[in-house]
């Protein structure tokens, strides 16, 4: 057959034709590797959140399926870096990554460059590359990730860059394989993209609108992952607490955990990201009830502004978010609690900041993400006038760090001396000796041990609080 054949002869209907073009490519990856003599590598580069990381999973599955064995380094056959691009700098250190790999690919002109992900979902972005960047071979982005394996084939068999954007989906393609990063814990995507706007965030542009995958797909999906050693999960959406809203059968994310409560074997859930404006009561008594759900809520401020928040797009107060707290931490009361800030973003005055100092000093972050507002072309907000000056930015983010970063310290000695499941996630990079794993409200603790103990819970008494970790000793 030749390529035209073999194209014409594919599958319509997904996942079967991606594992179509899986066979194929496999064919041809395989008469490569005999022709050099050594299996060919790929190495992914995954940059911004949890989907991104756990997309590349699914890249990584693919690319595994075809024939490539994982690279150390982007001395690769086959270098793939997933983009992000929700802040300006999450750009800038692709397109310097790209420069760098125009040197790398002089050195071995067969190896194959792809770019994919949230940046890739920004016309301007596309333009650049094929304008500037040469180099680049396949370009996709984030609503056809599933296609890895036919994008691949049409480059293999045409000499031009493959560029493949979708502006939006309905498709929910499952079934495919997936490499996962940790052998016991695993992230779970239960929905896709952003219905929000928040006015700062280019996310919904380039995640496409709200869709929830079903609750029995979900629910399968972990029942394998913990047949297969997973104990612990992180259900992952931009909006979790909107969950099942817009299905044919509505259930709630509540209703959804107590189903995946339910699976035996499983230890430990955790979930991102709730958006406070639909953080619910139901939700607030699961997690009250629950022997599984992990006693950490992420639960991102922005601002402490009602007024900012109201330009922000983002439907609740601070009162309304401080009433929220108060609820979460009455039903569950050690969880720990942690945040994402914006700092300067337009019009905020030195009275906002004080609202948002205010409501960190009141709630009392085990951790906090603090952000420098960026510009995202596009949004409404990239449109408003006000931009505060960088100067004064960068003060407010100095003195909002400083309190964040005291209060997180003070916080932690709370659990200090007591003793705490741990799951054991590594062994610890800088101690030899040692191990790493993470308490049930995702505090880490290094301690003694080895590699026989990874992916296993295990008891250790925290003897010693440094900073935002802890230093402690296996007790059983
Ligand atoms: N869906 C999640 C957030 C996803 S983006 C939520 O609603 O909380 C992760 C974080 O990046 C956001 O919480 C926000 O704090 C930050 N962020 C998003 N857009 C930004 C921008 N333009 N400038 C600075 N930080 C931004
Ligand atoms: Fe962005 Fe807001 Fe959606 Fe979060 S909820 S991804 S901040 S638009
Ligand atoms: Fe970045 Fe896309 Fe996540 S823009 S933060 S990788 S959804």
Redesign the pocket.
């Known amino acids: 057959m030749n390529i035209k054949e073999i194209k014409a002869m594919a599958p319509a209907t997904e996942p079967a034709r991606q594992k179509y073009f899986m066979e194929h490519v496999k064919a041809r990856i395989a008469e490569l590797a005999a022709e050099k003599g050594r299996p060919l590598t790929c190495f992914i580069s995954t940059f911004g ?1 949890q989907m991104n990381a756990r997309d590349s999973e699914k890249l990584l599955g693919i690319l595994q399926e075809v024939g490539y064995v994982q690279g150390t380094d982007e001395n690769s056959d086959f270098v793939l870096y997933n983009t992000c691009t ?2 300006e700098n999450a750009n800038l250190k692709v397109y310097g990554r790209l420069g760098y790999l125009n040197g790398v690919k002089r050195k071995n002109p067969e190896m194959l460059i792809a770019l994919c992900g949230c940046m890739m979902q920004e016309p301007t972005v596309v333009e650049k590359i094929k304008k500037s960047y040469r180099h680049v071979d396949i370009v996709f982005g984030t609503h056809n990730i599933f296609k890895l394996a036919e994008l691949l084939f049409d480059r293999l068999y045409s000499k031009k860059m493959v560029v493949d954007i979708w502006e939006g989906t309905d498709a929910i393609v499952e079934d495919l394989p997936i490499e996962r990063k940790y052998p016991f814990k695993s992230g779970v995507n239960i929905m896709f993209g ?1 219905n ?1 706007f ?1 006015s ?4 919904p542009y380039v995640r496409g609108r709200e869709r929830s995958r079903n609750p029995e797909d979900i629910v399968k999906e972990i029942e394998t992952l913990v047949a297969d050693g997973v104990v612990e999960v992180m259900l992952l959406g ?2 979790v607490n909107s969950y099942g809203k817009t299905l044919k059968n509505p259930i709630s994310f509540a209703e959804l955990l107590r189903r995946i409560e339910a699976i035996e074997g499983l230890e430990r859930i955790r979930f991102m ?1 709730s ?1 406070p404006k639909d953080l619910s009561d139901e939700l607030i008594e699961v997690m009250k009830g629950s022997k599984k759900i992990c006693k950490h809520f992420h639960l ?1 401020l ?1 601002s402490g502004s009602s007024r900012i928040l109201n330009i922000m797009n983002r439907r609740y107060t601070k009162e309304r978010y401080l009433e929220l707290v108060d609820k979460l931490r009455t039903a569950v009361p050690d969880i720990a609690l942690s945040t ?3 700092v300067g973003f337009p019009g905020e005055t030195e009275e906002d900041f004080q609202e948002t100092l205010d409501v960190v000093r009141k709630v009392r972050y085990e951790s906090a ?1 603090t ?6 072309t596009g ?1 409404p907000a990239a449109a408003m006038e006000n931009q505060v000056p960088e100067d004064v930015v960068k003060d407010r983010f100095d003195r909002l760090l400083k309190e964040v970063q005291d209060i997180a310290a003070e916080a932690i000695l709370r659990d200090e001396h007591t003793v705490q499941d741990v799951l054991v996630e590594d062994l610890d990079s800088h101690e030899p000796g040692f191990v790493t794993g993470r308490l049930s409200n995702n505090t880490v603790v290094h301690f003694k041990g080895d590699a026989s103990l990874i992916g296993k819970i295990v008891k250790v008494s925290l003897d010693e609080a440094k900073g935002f970790y802890f230093m402690g000793t296996m007790v059983e």
């Open positions: 959140c929700v802040r952003c929000n928040c700062y965030c280019i996310v931009q909006n990201t958006h991102p922005q994402d800030i914006i993400f952000f420098i507002y960026s510009k995202r949004t």
